[in-house]
């Protein structure tokens, strides 16, 4: 439980990340000048420092501290000298990405062991980094944190959202992931085949919404000189899609404006072609399902107030119910600064 000397370790390869050693395929008698040499070359590169290859490329996000930094970088220096044994060899932009993405996971989880410890103190984990002056803020998880069950508590990318459809009677609410690519182009498609009707009406009602008030959420920024490209993956029974005309648009927002979406947030918002949000009939029903999904934040339309005067107490203990006022209110306090 020592964080301090925890704090001082770069990284942490886990045992699953390698395969079992096996006598016949992995261990040899054959020693010689070969093994002699290559150990003489990374004994005199062992001084020797790659930082100089990361920056002004790379930008780390606000949640690495000092020693995280100085963590990352030394381990993404020992990958580039043995990627790059040559100092002169130029590194493209993928391959110093991928050497960055293992840095920052291998950091990671000495982080996450410290939060097991004292979470008040190491409770932002959320490590982050940006490519280039101009390049989007990418998020960086282990595989061990994700779970079917529950939705991540990371930061979405730019165009994804995590949203709950009010469903049916016979179906109730469901949890939906939506995503969005956009590119070129003109109008919206829908890559679901065949498409829910409901989630065909939801992509129309937010598609409508931001050509309307593009002026409003996104600037100067044409919205009808792209092409959006959607897909819907449903979690639970219900597939519908339907009452899902928010989300919609916060998803496609946050793709034009290039902003990531609030880690561990789902959103829920019917809403109509004139841009005002309609009544949920299940708002209990929604906040248990959110619950049960892990989420810390539920964004909901206030008009839901007076019915989660039911809501169990237990549940407002385990997520926080975050009310927006109207669709641009609610769509920015959806996305990421």
């Given at each position: 439980n ?6 001082r ?30 150990s ?18 790379v ?10 930094i100085n ?19 130029p ?6 990405e ?56 990371d ?19 469901g ?42 959420l ?36 946050g ?33 248990e399902?959110?619950v049960?999904k ?13 019915g ?25 306090k959806?996305l990421?600064?």
């Open positions: 020592d964080t301090a000397f925890q704090d370790i770069h990284a942490f390869a886990p045992g699953w990340d390698f395969p079992k050693l096996n006598p016949n395929t992995h261990v040899t008698d054959h020693f010689g000048l070969v093994s002699d040499f290559l003489e070359c990374w004994s005199r590169m062992r001084p020797m420092s790659r930082v100089s290859s990361l920056q002004n490329r930008y780390w996000g606000g949640a690495l501290s000092g020693r995280d963590a990352v970088q030394k381990t993404a220096s020992g990958l580039l000298k043995l990627l790059f044994p040559d100092d002169n060899m590194i493209c932009d993928e391959d110093l991928w050497v960055v993405r293992v840095a920052l996971e291998s950091r990671r989880r000495v982080k996450e062991q410290q939060k097991r410890c004292l979470k008040s103190e190491f409770r932002n984990t959320h490590f982050s980094y940006t490519l280039g002056v101009d390049g989007t803020e990418q998020f960086v998880t282990t595989p061990e944190l994700h779970s079917d069950e529950a939705i991540d508590g930061p979405l990318p730019p165009g994804q959202v995590w949203a709950i459809s009010p469903g049916t009677p016979e179906t109730g609410p949890l939906h992931r939506i995503e969005i690519n956009v590119g070129p182009g003109s109008g919206a498609k829908i890559l679901n085949q065949p498409t829910p009707p409901s989630f065909r009406e939801s992509v129309k009602v937010g598609e409508q919404n931001l050509y309307a008030r593009g002026k409003e996104i600037g100067d920024r044409d919205p009808r000189s792209h092409e959006y490209s959607i897909q819907l993956r449903p979690y639970d029974n219900e597939k519908t899609g339907a009452g899902m005309g928010l989300a919609v648009l916060i998803a496609l927002v793709g034009l404006l290039d902003r990531n979406t609030r880690g561990s947030t789902i959103v829920v918002g019917p809403l109509n072609l004139g841009g005002s949000l309609e009544m949920l009939h299940n708002p209990v029903a929604i906040v399902l959110a049960d892990k989420a810390t934040t539920v964004l909901m339309p206030v008009s839901a107030r007076r989660l005067m039911d809501l169990p107490d237990e549940y407002w203990t385990k997520t926080n119910v975050e009310f927006y006022s109207d669709t641009a209110d609610g769509v920015f959806a990421m600064e």
